[in-house]
């Protein structure tokens, strides 16, 4: 399963933790800073896409990722 919630100039996400057979996670292109805490209530989550945010400091990301971007923060 994929969530895709790209250019949205977000600055939090809430309530991603629901989703929880998330493969993908696509969060690009947001105005993200602070670490999305629900990330870790996603144990299947193999894919998070954090690029074009503005991620200043790295975040802690549960250990079931297998590619991360971060490119463009």
């Given at each position: ?5 790209a250019n949205r100039k ?47 400091h790295p975040w802690a ?13």
């Open positions: 399963m994929t969530f895709r919630f977000a600055t939090k996400i809430s309530d991603i933790g629901l989703f929880k057979n998330l493969q993908e996670l696509d969060l690009s292109g947001n105005l993200l800073k602070e670490q999305v805490q629900d990330l870790f209530a996603l144990n299947f989550l193999k894919r998070l896409n954090l690029s074009n945010n503005s991620i200043e990301v549960p250990p079931s990722i297998e590619i991360l971007n971060l490119s463009y923060n």
